[in-house]
């Protein structure tokens, strides 16, 4: 030992032992912290979000002494992925389960006796059942961590009876350090979780909730089914899960999906077990790419390259879209969360909201309140989401949201709703704040509004067809535009000059909403694909689902997505190379470090690549956005029609349809399908003429070639042409 003094406060070992075993060289913000109350035996509370980097908090330590780290964990089947993810870096662990046969178990604790085992996962019942303490007594136990720790208040949101059990362990071996781990956030969640273990005198190590990589947009439904289209063909072939509320949806969504050639299967509680678990391995095991489901569907997965989470509608409280949409990105690479709501859903739920006494309805009721404002308010989502769980966001543009992304509408009538707003203010006489005149505003008949007699204003009420939260948010528009401002102690609100002036209808002030429908801009959100190679990835991604299925372990468990871009970025072809990559530890290399090396080293080849790059990240090649429109269910119907070589007017004959709608349908096919010949729509000496027109001045536009042809092509003819053209370019976007 270099220093003596603190040999266990310091944390070289840590850091040898995480780029060792994982290939990482640094820690993610509050790791050190849980690390070291890990070594030194101190008891804790750690909440970090998804993807912060629990597992490693104790999983680091434990490879870093003598003796066995106990991890209690919910769920067999989370459990059995931990173990492989960490048996794959070269950490002995082992988990046991009811699915044990009885030698299987005997080996394990053999396995303990021996000293061999670091990490030994467990589910509650089974610590607190027949002698497995007596065992534990009689082995080397150290630490012991709680995953889930939530599950052990009645607070929160999943509350295990069994966990309850768990006080157990400290009180049978007081002299181990207990830390729970949890991504709750409630602070009464947190001290409940302390109390109920009765840790002694914990640290609590609170992380930020806020989740970076995550884009997160809000659209208004209008045509829900084109709406999720558009999200999973931005992603096609990538990892992504579509909530649907209820399983009748669930069904039609994923067969329309599978309709439109993704891949997508179901998942609810309705379907019989053996086909949900099939679905759900399907899914963790990459063989499919979207999985269409009730909120049954996630717990217990740990999927760590979900790149987008669709909702289909909105769900009954902020604290469960935190969560469902939280199963993206856990890898910490950017990833989609897109919420489409209507004023239905929260009726619907509403009417849901029959179970428990009439304080829990009203919780339930508050909850739900607190998920609509969320889908109808224009702030920064990032710190909406922050905010209700307690916290601050620092800076004012996360670039991540559709509101800091510029994404939202501007509402129709925003002068008129502008001065209905600033002339309460006015009304008001410059006295009150946010909250006050937004009530006013929406009719309240609370008892300070009618003592005051605002109730008598001429703008009481004058926006009551909006919710407070709503018009709440325009305040905050109006003021952070400039024409109101807040004053004094209580941020009492006035108008400024600008404020008057619109008013006299001389300025005109824009208030957002959220958007109806658009295609999203992927450009503009954080995007880790900087200088790497989308081809190579993909090869490597298919090298390491063969690998990940000789092993029958999750894609993941032989690398992270995170990984794989590095190598696709640095295209390394040495062992020494590749172990300078992140998530690349001593073992993996040992392992996969040919079978990668070698697709890398044949790509670089036959393209004549640069390889062994620095790991400095480069700029990406601008990618060229064609025409994204979404689709809908109506354009999939022509489909079949259309692949049956029917003309237009024949498919608007048969649907019944104005070939002017038909023509979008076939817009949407055409470029779908990636069809590459127009004869089935134009004839062959108009299509010589347009292609020939197009050589000379290119196919991205039509105006130029209609322009060229002298007007006597029509343009539903030149599209079909140009998209076809388009369609034979190679898919690369260099
Ligand atoms: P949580 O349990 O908090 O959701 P995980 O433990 O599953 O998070 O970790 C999320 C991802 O982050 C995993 O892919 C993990 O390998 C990775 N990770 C953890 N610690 C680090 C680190 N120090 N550096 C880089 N990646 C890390
Ligand atoms: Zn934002």
Known sequence: MPNSSAPMDSVQPLIDAMQRYWGYDRFLPLQREAMLCSVQRRDAVVVLPTGGGKSLCYQVPAVCRDGLTLVVSPLISLMKDQVDALEACGVPAACVNSTLSPGERKQIAERVTAGELKLLYMAPERLLAGRTLDFLADSNLCAAAIDEA?????????????????????????????????????????????????????????????????IYKVQRASNRFGQVCEVVERHRGESGIVYCISRKEVDKTAAALAALGHQALPYHAGLADDERHRN?????????????????????????????????????????????SGRAGRDGLEAECQLIFSGGDFITWSRMLTEGDAVARAGAQRALQAMQDYCQSALCRHRALVEYFGQELGGDNCGACDVCLGELDVIEDSLVTAQKIISCVVRLEERFGGDYTAKVLSGSKEARILEFGHDRLSTYGLLSDQSIRTIRDWLEQLVAQGFLIKTGEFNTLSVTESGWQVLRGKAEPQLLQPAEQRPSTRSAAPDNWDGVDRELFELLRTRRKQLADERNVPAYVVFSDATLRDLARQRPTTRERMRGVRGVGDKKLADFGEPFLAVISDYCQQHSLASDLAPAPVAAPVQSTSEARPINASSIAAFSLFREGLSLAEVATRMGRAPATVNGYLADYLRHERVTDPSPWVEPTIVARIEEAAGEVGSERLKPVFELLGGDVDYDAIRVVLTCLRNRAPATAE
């Open 150 to 214: 939530h599950c052990i208040s009645a607070w929160g949101h999943d509350f295990r009876p069994e966990y309850r059990g768990l006080r157990i362990l400290k009180q049978r071996f007081p002299n181990i350090g207990v830390q729970a781990f949890t991504a709750t956030a409630s602070d009464q969640v947190r001290r409940d979780i302390a109390e109920q273990l009765e840790l002694s005198e914990p640290e609590f190590l609170v992380g930020s909730f806020d989740r970076p990589n995550l």
């Open 280 to 324: 759900q391995n399907a899914f963790i095991r990459e063989e499919v790419h979207t999985i269409v489901a009730t909120v049954a569907f996630g717990m217990g997965i740990d999927k760590s390259n979900v790149r987008y989470v669709v909702h289909c509608g909105m769900p009954k409280s902020l604290e469960h879209y935190q969560q469902e």
